[in-house]
């Protein structure tokens, strides 16, 4: 190998078998792979001294069934013109008629010859110009010997069918099954896995779903090729491979690349069985499978397939609890241990030693606005000092919704965005008080209430506040069972509506729970407006739950 292109192939010396035992032979085959080979640095050459490669050093790995599907296309379009050439400018007589078969022929000759040097030449000059069509002038040298016989098998039917043409012979449709046009055309895993990507990047942007979401959805990409194979040919998908997929996944164990970084998947699932380790839920392989399928949606609309063979897959195991018992609300002996225990008694002002700590607006109001609202962490974790506000009858409520600018806000869903009234019990222990008070330094903290708390890379508020209270501070007042957590308090809040008889519109204006059998109707008018949901909101009461102590002395009506 020429030194100053050692790095673009990745090796120093090219080796290859020409598998004859004659001397005479070796030498034949050595001139046609020296062509090859001049070929190929010439190629490299090219791609150095271009200013629109610069900087790529390796070479591009480019899959071989894209570019043979290009290969197909172009000898439809050159057999088409050729076809129609014959139209426009037909033989003059049949002695021009023998010249132009007899070229056909000796063509032909060359192409199939090995040991024409022409041959080589030709198929090079082709296979750079075909690279070049498909924007794939960088491949690997296994890929590029690989196309260059499947650009010479193209060139060899464009002869056979002009041939065919001249003697008016029109019975044969193809000759190398590689270009039968009904031959159902295939991609590997992995470029479906692209495209699919790459249609859904689209949507999600054009939608505003988050990119957590986004990634969430890569990563079982991910996975999925794993368990396939990215060479795996889509057209090839069957129930049995669906079958392996759901068996893989039922064994997949949690946080596989935290637990085992950096193991094959067989390895990680090995070894987290040997452990005893947690797989992923009936609901988590569902996620899987649903993506799994929409994947071959894609395939079975580009015509790769012809019916999809996940269609009705769903995970082995079956979930044994039911969706609404998913998370469990807290017990009220939890809620009086936690808002009744030592951390809020030392947040009274009279405390012989008070919490002062920089976390302690968080750690206080979090689970307090939580308890007595029905928002999510985040939901309270980015208010702005602004989304506190009053309705003309005097109703303080927290305007819940999306926000750009600098401290920007988002929200899960549609229904996300909702006025939800503040409760009595919160107005007592000093929530406008509170939001004034900070309101005041906002020009130095900007518009957050709690500005300590910064937002991961999704732009999630609520991811440290979130973590810390569920591994430290809630289990220093009380114990959770296996499906409590922080975000339990929302279902807390429902439970509380239930109990007092709330109608399906404040369940819905609150925390935005869709109820069913829902009328168009129902959004006539201002259906969210906190005047008409603030008594259902202070009817929410827990049993045994007294917050008497962290009442202030000075309320503002």
Not at 5 to 23: M, Q, Y
Not at 103 to 108: P, R
Request: glycine residues 6%; charged residues 30%; hydrophobic residues 35%.
């Amino acid at each position: 190998m020429p030194k100053h292109l050692v790095d673009a192939l990745g090796r120093t010396f090219i080796k290859r078998s020409l598998g004859v035992t004659s001397r005479a032979d070796a030498k034949r085959l050595r001139a046609i792979e020296d062509v090859k080979t001049d070929a190929l640095f010439a190629s490299l050459e090219e791609t150095q001294n271009s200013p629109s490669k610069a900087g790529s050093s390796k070479l591009q790995d480019i899959s071989l069934h894209m570019l043979t599907e290009h290969v197909r296309l172009t000898v439809q379009k050159l057999d088409k013109r050729s076809a129609a050439q014959f139209l426009m400018d037909p033989p003059e007589d049949s002695d021009d008629l023998y010249e132009r078969k007899q070229n056909a022929k000796i063509e032909l000759g060359i192409l199939t010859s090995y040991g024409d040097p022409t041959r080589d030449g030709w198929v090079s000059d082709a296979t750079h110009q075909l690279l070049k069509e498909a924007g794939a002038s960088n491949v690997a040298s296994e890929t590029y010997w690989d196309f260059a016989e499947i650009v010479r098998r193209g060139l060899v039917e464009v002869q056979r069918k002009k041939i065919d043409r001249y003697d008016d012979r029109h019975d044969r449709l193809f000759y190398d099954h590689l270009f039968n046009p009904s031959r159902s055309s295939s991609i590997s895993f992995s470029e479906l896995a692209q495209i699919f990507i790459t249609e859904r990047e689209a949507e999600y942007h054009l939608n505003g779903v988050s990119q957590k979401r986004f990634d969430k959805v890569k990563a079982i990409v991910e996975t999925l090729q794993e368990i396939i194979g990215s060479e795996k040919m889509v057209a090839t998908i069957d129930d049995d491979l669906v079958q392996h997929v759901r068996g893989m996944l039922a064994k997949l164990p949690t946080n596989r690349n935290k637990r085992f970084p950096g193991l094959p998947l067989e390895d990680a699932i090995l070894r987290s069985q040997s452990n005893g380790g947690s797989i992923l839920s009936p609901l988590s392989q569902s996620n899987y499978l649903d993506v799994f399928r929409d994947m071959l949606k894609v395939a079975l609309r580009k015509k790769l397939l012809s019916n999809n063979p996940a269609a009705e897959a769903r995970p082995l195991k079956k979930d044994n609890v039911a969706s609404d018992q998913k998370r469990l609300p807290w017990t009220h002996h939890q809620l009086k241990g936690f808002f009744e225990g030592k951390f809020y008694h030392r947040c009274v002002p009279s405390a012989l030693k008070p919490y002062t700590k920089a976390d302690r607006e968080w750690r206080f109001w979090l689970p307090l606005i939580m308890l007595f609202s029905g928002a999510r962490p985040n939901e309270v974790a980015q208010l702005h000092f602004s989304d506190l506000k009053q309705t003309d009858k005097g109703t303080w409520y927290l305007d819940l919704a999306e926000g750009g600018g600098e401290d920007a806000k988002s929200l899960k869903t549609e229904s996300s965005r909702r006025r939800v009234p503040v409760h009595s019990e919160l107005l007592k222990i000093g929530l406008v008080e509170f939001v004034k008070t900070r309101n005041d330094a906002a020009s130095k903290n900007g518009q957050r209430l709690f500005w300590g708390l910064i937002p991961n890379k999704y732009g999630n508020c609520a991811w440290y506040a979130a973590r810390r209270l569920n591994e430290h501070f809630i289990p220093e007042e009380i114990e959770l069972g296996q499906r409590q957590s922080l975000y339990s308090l929302r279902h807390n809040v429902r439970d509380a509506l239930r109990r007092i008889k709330a109608p399906s519109e404040t369940l819905l204006a609150i925390a935005g729970w869709s109820p069913s059998g829902k009328a168009i109707s129902d959004d006539y008018g201002d259906p969210g407006n906190p005047d008409l949901h603030v008594e259902w909101v202070n009817g929410i009461a827990y049993e045994g739950l007294d917050l008497m102590f962290l009442h202030q002395s000075k309320n503002l009506e």
